[in-house]
């Protein structure tokens, strides 16, 4: 009788229980999509008002963030919240406060609703992750189950927001380590995940930023040009990375001298400024996206898209170093796709939808260190043709950047995990 418990135990535990809680984090992704997009329309009536109140808007997007976390988090840090997700993991055993997980959510849906440089995916991982850890803690399983339940409600939560479900159990597999996966957590992961897809689905609707699938026939000329926008993605991905690093090392170096209030209200102004020239660069980024990838910004020069990169770089740095929260998933993609648009226009290629993809896949494999997720998520939003210059560019991206990454608690391997 002792055996068949257990048994029934272990079974509810990895079966069961990731049943429960992707269904509740699909309804907690519906909540915190409701939330950022009260407050973007808020901010776009403001905007829509008088052009120059983007000025005020941006202040709030990073002053409003900060404030959240120091006045109510426990952990005072402010920035990207897939990196506070990956350190809880290897550090802290999947452990997060309840009150840790709303309030840097909420700071992150400040920030991007008012025009913050950031992705929802940050606080997606963040907030699924942190439901999963509560309740795995209320029901007192033990530390090793709740660390597991953790990266599961981190993939729910992430497949969720994205509406690509095994994109999300990848991504979270993936994240935590620059060079292995954590294959132990792949079945609870998947049923969490595919559970908050449908909640998701259900509440938000299925609709994602990219097109729908589109067929293509690779050519000895395509895998060519995805070999060459490897490397450029390898190189605009080692720009975004050190721009990222030098603007928190800035930014640590101003706090001993000045405020964080002023050197917040500053970054906010600088951010409003980015928006008056080109307002693609701020917010999530899903507009631009979107259109790149069905071909409606053709027209943009190349001088645009040029600024256009470089800015999302320095507005996504600017806001996770001086007080803003969020994510680094859809920085990637939109640079990624900026490039690859750049890419086709310069050489007059034919089909550029397949260059900006590519070429976003690259970069994420490069910032992100998940070379599984990049090919995944191509393969599952554009279909399967996509697949095989895609793993080309993104292979050569990955490699060329070395064990760099946008995460600084990314850990190498699972041994260096144990040496820990």
Same mark, same amino acid.
């Given at each position: 009788m002792r055996l068949n418990s257990e048994r029934f135990f272990e079974v509810a535990k990895y079966w069961v229980l990731p049943l429960i809680l992707g269904s509740i984090i699909g309804l907690a992704m519906f909540l915190l999509v409701y939330i950022y997009k009260l407050l973007n329309y808020a901010s776009f009536i403001i905007?829509?008002?008088?052009?120059?109140?983007?000025?005020?808007?941006?202040?709030?997007?990073?002053?409003?963030?900060?404030?959240?976390?120091r006045l109510w988090a426990e952990n005072k840090e402010c920035g990207c919240g897939t990196d506070l997700v990956i350190e809880r993991y290897h550090f802290k055993n999947g452990f997060i406060s309840l009150r840790d997980t709303i309030s840097r959510t909420l700071a992150s849906a400040i920030t991007i609703g008012f025009g913050g440089s950031a992705g929802l995916e940050g606080p997606s991982l963040l907030l699924g992750g942190g439901i999963s850890s509560f309740i795995a803690r209320r029901l007192k399983l033990d530390q090793k189950d709740v660390k597991t339940l953790f990266l599961c409600g981190a993939a729910a939560g992430f497949s969720a927001i994205f509406k690509a479900p095994l994109t999300g159990i990848l991504f979270a597999l993936e994240i935590p380590?620059?060079?292995d996966v954590e294959t132990e957590v792949f079945i609870p992961a998947s049923i969490a995940s595919v559970t908050a897809y449908f909640t998701s689905a259900i509440t938000l609707g299925t609709?994602?930023?990219?097109?729908?699938?589109?067929?293509?026939?690779?050519?000895?000329?395509?895998?060519?040009? &995805?070999?060459?926008l490897g490397?450029? &993605?390898a190189l605009v991905a080692l720009a975004f990375m050190e721009a990222l690093e030098r603007t928190n090392s800035i930014s640590k170096r101003l706090a001993s001298s000045l405020p964080m209030l002023l050197m917040t209200i500053f970054a906010g102004l600088i951010l409003g400024v980015i928006g008056l020239l080109y307002p693609e660069a701020l917010g999530l980024g899903y507009d631009f996206i979107h259109k790149i990838t069905i071909a409606e910004l053709g027209e943009l020069t190349l001088t645009n898209l040029t600024a256009l990169l470089i800015?999302?770089?320095?507005?996504?740095?600017?806001?996770?170093?001086?007080?803003?929260?969020?994510?680094?998933?859809?920085?990637?993609?939109?640079?990624?796709?900026?490039?690859g648009l750049i890419y086709s226009q310069t050489l007059n290629l034919e089909t550029p939808v397949l260059y900006v993809i590519l070429s976003m896949a690259a970069v994420l494999a490069a910032t992100s260190k998940c070379l599984l997720t990049s090919i995944t998520l191509v393969a599952e939003t554009m279909g399967s043709s996509f697949i095989v210059p895609t793993v080309i560019s993104a292979v050569v991206s990955y490699f060329l950047t070395g064990s760099r990454s946008l995460y600084k608690s990314q850990l190498i391997n699972k041994l260096q995990a144990r040496q820990v």
């Open positions: 905007v829509n008002w008088n052009s120059s109140f983007l000025l005020a808007s941006t202040i709030v997007a990073l002053l409003g963030g900060y404030l959240t976390i380590y620059k060079r609709e994602t930023i990219f097109p729908t699938p589109t067929f293509i026939i690779p050519t000895l000329s395509t895998l060519m040009h &995805a070999i060459f490397i450029l &993605a800015l999302k770089i320095v507005a996504t740095s600017v806001t996770l170093n001086f007080g803003g929260n969020g994510g680094l998933f859809i920085p990637s993609l939109y640079v990624g796709g900026a490039l």
